[in-house]
Each structure stands twice: as C-alpha cells, then as structure tokens.
T-cell receptor
Framework: ETGVTQSPTHLIKTRGQQVTLRCSSQ?????VSWYQQALGQGPQFIFQ???????GRGNFPPRFSGLQFPNYSSELNVNALELDDSALYLC???????????FGPGTRLLVL | GNSVTQMEGPVTLSEEAFLTINCTYT??????LFWYVQYPGEGLQLLLK?????DKGSNKGFEATYRKETTSFHLEKGSVQVSDSAVYFC?????????????FGTGTRLTVIP
C-alpha cells in the first residue's frame, strides 16, 4: 500500500511568484486536506477536497486555491507569494467520512 | 470555536523517565481527539486517538484518556526512550461539520537523553 506522497520536497520562490504543490493520496482515499505549518507552530487547515470539490476551507485568502483530480490526487496553488507563505505544506488523505488523516512528508517552501 | 492548548516545550527527559504532555481543548460539541508525532525532517504520524468520553487511546507505550469533564487529553508514557525524541501535537476534529479537518496545538518538542 502506497502512502501519501508530495512533490517537490523543497522549493524556493521569490515574492510575487506563483507556486504549485502536488499530492498523491494514499491508495483508496478519496479525501485530501492541505495544511500550512509555519516554523515552530502547529499545522493550520487550508482546505479539503472531496470528489473534486472543495469541502471546507480554513482562514486563508483566495490566492490559496486547489484542485482534486479523478484519481484523487491534488494540487495546492498559491498566487502572489508573500514572505509569510514560507512554511512546510502538508497534505493528508482520508477515507470518505473517516476521521483519521494520513500525512505526507510535506513540501518546504521558502519565499525570498 | 475550536482550539487546542498544549504545554509549552521543550521538554528534556532522561531515558526511562515518565512523560506527561498536557493538552486541553475547546470545541463545539464532542470532538474526536488525536495525538500526532513529527520526527525530525518528516511529516506527521498518527500516534493515537480517542473518539468519545472516557476512551483511552494507546500505541507504542503511549496513552491518553479523553476527559470530557476537564476537556483534556494528556499524553503519558511510563518509560521514554531516546527514539521518542520528536515533536508531539495534540489535535481535534469537531463533529457535525462538513470537513473532518484537524485543529492542532502548537506542538511540544521532546528530547530524551541517554
């Protein structure tokens, strides 16, 4: 059974640029959630996708957007990057209606 | 609203010492409660969970009991090992919402020295 995978592992961007992060969910999981973890903090919920639709969103501006594909993989897009967007971005997958989320290793984004 | 408060770290213990990491929560309704662990350079791993009052979650020698009366979910281990060095996060998922998103505490860094 393949776990949650994310790409890339590290990324450096400059302020104002756009970035796309990718996530493949664990086999059989149709729900994907994205979290932002700033240095020294706990993860903060960005949004969740279920059946290719957004199924809940945290307190993040619209420049954070996402997609889910028919194979349940997902993308997180961030436009107009700001310095404060520097963080570890975590993807988690779960079964439909399941409470337990399984996390990937994360993508570390640095915005200069 | 929903929130989790964890004891501040870092915590440094000698091998075989007893561990307690305090966690209290505020939630609408009756949430499910979790402890996740993050080893250096890795993502989060589920350590244990409890879904209703008085449930005890346990795994790898760690335990936590869901206490509704004190809104707490303290993590304990009787004898820590060097390999337990990591950051521990308490989290909750509220019931009755569309998304099963997690609300995390700020994390507690544990270092176990030989």
């Amino acid at each position: 059974e393949t776990g949650v995978t994310q790409s890339p592992t590290h990324l450096i961007k400059t302020r104002g640029q756009q970035v796309t992060l990718r996530c493949s969910s664990q086999s059989g999981h149709n729900t994907v959630s994205w979290y932002q973890q700033a240095l020294g903090q706990g993860p903060q919920f960005i949004f969740q996708y279920y059946r290719e639709e957004e199924n809940g969103r945290g307190n993040f501006p619209p420049r954070f957007s996402g997609l889910q594909f028919p194979n349940y993989s997902s993308e997180l897009n961030v436009n107009a990057l700001e310095l404060d967007d520097s963080a570890l971005y975590l993807c988690a997958s779960s079964l439909e209606g399941g409470e337990t989320q399984y996390f990937g290793p994360g993508t570390r984004l640095l915005v200069l | 609203g929903n929130s989790v408060t964890q004891m501040e770290g870092p915590v440094t213990l000698s091998e075989e010492a007893f561990l307690t990491i305090n966690c209290t929560y505020t939630a609408t309704g009756y949430p499910s409660l979790f402890w996740y662990v993050q080893y250096p350079g890795e993502g989060l791993q589920l350590l244990l969970k409890a879904t209703k009052a008085d449930d005890k979650g346990s795994n790898k020698g760690f335990e936590a009991t869901y206490r509704k009366e004190t809104t707490s979910f303290h993590l304990e281990k009787g004898s820590v090992q060097v390999s337990d060095s990591a950051v521990y996060f308490c989290a909750l998922t509220p019931r009755g919402t569309g998304a099963n998103n997690l609300f995390f505490g700020t994390g507690t860094r544990l270092t176990v020295i030989p």
